[in-house]
């Protein structure tokens, strides 16, 4: 098994973030060249004409320093749709997304769930885009410019971020006339640690947080490193222990085929990768492991297109290309056939491309954001594991960025300023009004929070859930657990919103 340095990055790039991003796109390949690309154009075409206006507010750049050179700004992007709202007389809610590390248009997929209740609620729609991603970007919006190096990329953390969409929020309201307008933050994934974190730093903001697979607790010293590929390991497990065989044998099958004479250009033809400048057993090991990964992190039970498009249930749909009769004996055609469930679903692919390392939702960024304060132990292998066997490291993370961004991360700083440890006994006593979802088969489930800690501070957790299933857009299709989900969550947050419209008028 060749665990080299790229195998190190590789897991890198694909454990440490929550919500699918590719920090270290060198060795990651990701869409199929010409297919996608046309459909996510597409997509982000409809959604610009029909969902939402665009608008940007001047931002302070650093919230926590009076020094004056410390007072340039930035524009910050965010999204709005008021075609439902009841309007500040009614003091009618907003609902506001926190956005995660990347381009805010793409994650407003990730937001039916606002769009298909802000009309019985009445709900203004706000969408915030994080700072240093999509188009808000520090120092003249130049992007060259603000990832350049630590002194202009320190301004990129979550509490910069939190204190932005506080201050947004705040300005917003103020332009509304809607200062009695009761908020309710929204997000999944990163995006999800950052409503719950905001809900609990700025209660006088916001009066209540949806947090979606949010993994907050999945900091150091709080989570095995090994769970979250034991969970991904389950997840095809569970549908047949062949599949999970042939997959776990892959990577030894791989390395032997690749030291038989002829047995490099065997893999290519198999695969059929066209372009791969590096091509070797760790880059094509590579490009499968985050299509397990990937389709894990996102087994919907309906079609979905979040990072590639891909069928209702893909975990299955894998498993059942593995075992086919189809391919026989041939483990690795078998391989490939699964790995077309993710990277060809849509049947356009002609070839793939390894070194396709575009970025089309803006990711990037979130590689800062792992080597500074999102230490999220993640990549850890065991035995039974599907992958092979490896150790999560800090000191590896923590030599890497030394030598890639010259900076060392703070491993305890996120629970240092947001908690984490005891979290039952601290928050029931100290915060309210939030919820928690979690699927089981969401291999970040592992950090989230799975237990309800009081009565306003719910966990709802969905066994056969993944990554935020419940703010995707609903589909006729959809079971009936994810409809029960949908359905508490609405009634939860409904009760907020009464709890604080009666406070209002009683003065208490
Ligand atoms: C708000 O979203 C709805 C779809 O849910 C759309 O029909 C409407 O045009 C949008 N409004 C604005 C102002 O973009
Ligand atoms: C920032 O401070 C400098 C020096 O005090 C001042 O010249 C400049 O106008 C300020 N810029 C902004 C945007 O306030
Ligand atoms: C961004 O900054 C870089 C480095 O200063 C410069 O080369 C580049 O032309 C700038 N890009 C734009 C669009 O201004
Ligand atoms: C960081 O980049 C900026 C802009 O290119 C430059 O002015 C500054 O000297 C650099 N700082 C360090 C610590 O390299
Ligand atoms: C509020 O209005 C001011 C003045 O028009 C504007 O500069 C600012 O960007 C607005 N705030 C928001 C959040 O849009
Ligand atoms: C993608 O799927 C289509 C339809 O099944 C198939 O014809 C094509 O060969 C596949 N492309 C690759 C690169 O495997």
Not at 24 to 31: D, E, G, H, S
Not at 380 to 393: A, D
Request: charged share 20%; glycine share 6%; proline share 5%.
């Amino acid at each position: 098994m060749a665990i080299g340095f790229q195998f190190i990055l590789t897991l890198f790039s694909l454990f440490s973030v929550p919500s699918l991003t590719f920090a270290f796109a060198p060795i990651l390949p990701r869409f199929p060249s010409s297919a996608v690309s046309a459909e996510l154009k597409q997509r982000s075409h409809s959604s610009q004409n029909g969902l939402y206006r665009t608008k940007f507010f001047t931002q302070i750049l650093d919230h926590f320093n009076f020094n004056p050179q410390s007072n340039h700004t930035f524009q910050q992007r965010y999204l709005i749709n008021d075609t439902f709202w009841g309007g500040a007389k009614n003091n009618a809610p907003i609902f506001v997304y926190t956005g995660n590390e990347g381009n805010i248009e793409w994650f407003t997929q990730n937001t039916g769930f606002m769009f298909e209740n802000a009309p019985s609620f009445q709900a203004l729609l706000v969408f915030i885009e994080h700072r240093f991603y999509g188009k808000s970007i520090p120092f003249g919006g130049n992007k060259t410019v603000a990832y350049a190096n630590t002194s202009t990329l320190g301004y990129l953390s979550s509490t910069q971020a939190l204190a932005d969409y506080a201050a947004l929020i705040i300005d917003l309201k103020k332009n509304l006339s809607a200062t009695d307008s009761p908020v309710v933050v929204f997000g999944g994934s990163y995006g999800g640690m950052l409503a719950a974190w905001f809900r609990m730093k700025y209660p006088h903001v916001a009066i209540g947080a949806l947090a979606s697979s949010a993994p907050i607790l999945h900091f150091m010293g709080m989570v095995s490193p090994d769970i979250f590929i034991s969970i991904i390991t389950q997840d095809f497990r569970s549908e047949s222990e062949n599949c999970y065989k042939v997959i776990k044998g892959s990577w030894d099958l791989i390395d032997d085929t690749a030291n038989k004479p002829g047995g490099m250009e065997l893999l290519r033809k198999t695969f059929r990768i066209c372009k791969s400048d590096d091509f070797g057993p760790d880059s094509l090991e590579g490009w499968l492991r985050a299509a397990w990964i990937y389709t894990a992190m996102t087994d919907y039970p309906t079609p979905s297109n979040f990072l590639n498009p891909l069928p209702a249930y893909p975990v299955k749909k894998m498993c059942e290309a593995i075992d086919s009769s189809v391919t026989g004996n041939n483990r690795l055609a078998k391989l490939y056939a699964a790995a077309n469930v993710y990277y060809n679903y849509t049947g356009k692919a002609t070839c793939f491309d390894l070194d396709d390392n575009s970025d089309p939702h803006d990711l990037g960024g979130w590689q800062w954001q792992a080597c500074t304060e999102m230490i999220m132990p993640v990549g850890g292998s065991n035995k039974e594991s599907i992958f092979p066997e490896y150790e999560w490291s800090y000191e590896a993370r923590a030599s890497w960025c030394d030598f890639f961004y010259n900076v060392q991360p703070r491993p305890h700083w996120i629970t240092t300023e947001f908690g984490g440890h005891a979290i039952e006994r601290v928050l029931k006593r100290s915060a309210s009004n939030i919820i928690f979802f979690n699927g089981l088969r969401d291999p970040w489930s592992a950090g989230g929070v799975l237990k309800t800690i009081s009565k306003t501070i719910v966990a709802i957790v969905a066994k056969k859930g993944a990554h935020h299933v419940d703010l995707r857009y609903s589909s006729k299709e959809d079971p009936q657990w994810l409809k029960d989900v949908r359905k508490q969550e609405v009634n939860i947050i409904a009760s907020w919103i009464s709890q604080y419209h009666q406070d209002l008028q009683s003065n208490s």
